[in-house]
């Protein structure tokens, strides 16, 4: 089935509902976990679970490079593959038009990449990108698309934005899987008016959501705000709203107010491989030597296994040592941390307390930063 | 409490019986995994006793150089600092006596060592050892002795199972933690009539149990069963023998037929974490090409979490891209191998089996062996 998004209460512009999908009806605002390469790295499925994990994203690039998405066909789709039984949703490559290829090799047809495995010469088009991400079974696929660069001068970015539009479209016309849902990615760059034109022009298209990208590309905060709001105010109010790649704490609270549903990062699970961790009083890192003694959990109050069993001066030794069990227990809080945040966002959106639940949570996570 | 053990059943020279500990009793011969540094590499306490591990080791050297023993004491202990509760035995820093210093730095007060994390100059003695064992407050600790290299003269064997005799009454005299065992190690090199009077001489002593150290240092495996055999004869019947080192599935067969009850060893994750598994029929490595489309667990009829749910294709993708998440499948299913094959001795050696198991298994491991 076709995701389907109801919006069941509003705080002003932030959005409380429910996605129903093949694996369940589930709430957003939501954060997604990473799992680039069919795994959320360091974590199994039963850790996920355990974290109240409702969707999770996959890479299509990635899994088109490695193992290939014919074997994870094969294998019965990605969720047999990697033994998830939630939802998955799979990217679309796009960002990595942004992060891997020469943009002179972006033409109308597609984008020619190197393999950042072998340095091998790959062509990825709307039709390809679907064409994977129906083998790989996923429950949403993205529609494939350029992450415009920031900045951009405003030609380069309406080319680029018509484009994507264009891809949009052949995009939708391959696509053929009954059970996945296909989202749109409005586009415009840092352009007011192509954020609106883009938002316009894509809601026009039978897409079962709409993210934003090109945000998180190096622009300041004001601007990337901006980005949101220059496109989300065009877009339904039935379908839901996804932003890509956010998943900094104050950039979610910021994105709820703007009416966002949906984000996805690598950055708790990245921060946990470097040590940090998320607290209420900002980001911490575990590897500072005043935790060498402190047999405190990383957050008091938390409900992860993490914080229910281990401590900061354990955690610090598994760091330093280069244990992955550190890491791990890491990224357990860290990815807990953000869904602990959509849970507390949601019950204050249904209590109409967003707004100060979410200048108190910023005042705190900023003041206090310990990062 | 001291471990008490109670051999219940013999089959010829293969044991049975039971270790009563501070955690409980488990039942003999038993395999013992490895956490180097207060944490079995990979893996959680949570999958260990999936496991159904027992006893598990670490390593006072590691300990004693990061996070230091001081610390650990502070935390409450060992099993505290790592949330483990269940048996932990503790190594003496005998083995890095034999990994890491230079031999002429070994003197009769002790070793110099250089730390293999800084190249700070360290001087461990039997005293030290136990003194750092007593504050880790493992279960069970071992008596500090030289591993000695192999082949070594007749003249330096003798001389250092001398000295090994000399720093284990040492040891014993200043050890003083009520809640903990002490093992004496029987050394000797290769040298029948040293192993002889090591295992003699140590047996007068006040130790809990004893094990048989010194081999796995390179000899050749007639070498090393007899080396077993030498000292083992001389060993009460009443206390447990534990075979230092020691994972190959073959030489725990041929260590149970030569009355060991306890093994341990860094195998099964080591192999793990470079995409080897043990099998009936002999290891395989994941990363071969004819495992991509290969849906079948590792192997079939195994109840471990990783054969349960993953496939070797799935696993085979985690490890060629260097996901810890295939270290960690491998390293459960590599763990439980062995814990499955001491299941499996024990049951043949209390139905009068053990030989015609053990002539099966090793037949079968060895005849199909795809390495």
Redesign the interface.
Known sequence: MKVKYQLLHQDKTARYGTLTTNYGTFETPMFMPVGT???V????PRELKELSSSVILSNTYHLWL??GED?VS???GLHK???YDGPILTDSGGFQVFSLANPKNISEEGVIFKSHLNGEKLFLTPEKSIGIQNKLDSDIAMSFDECIPYPATYEYAKKSTERTLRWAKRGLAVHQNPNQSLFGIVQGGEYQDLREWSAKETSKLNFDGFSIGGTSVGEDKVTMYKMIEDGIRYLPEDKPRYLMGVGDPIDIVEGVDRGIDMFDCVLPTRLARHGHAFTRDGKINIKNAKY??D?TPVEENCDCYCCK???K??I???I??N???G???LSIHNIRFLIRLTEEIRKSIQENTFKEYKQEFIERYTNNKKA
Chains 1, 2 share one sequence.
């Open positions: 390469q069919a795994t790295k360091t974590l199994d490695r193992p074997i094969k294998a019965g593959f990697m033994n060498k003694e047999f069993h281990y401590t001066a354990y610090r030794h598994l330093v040592a244990e992955t069990l890491q791990r227990l």
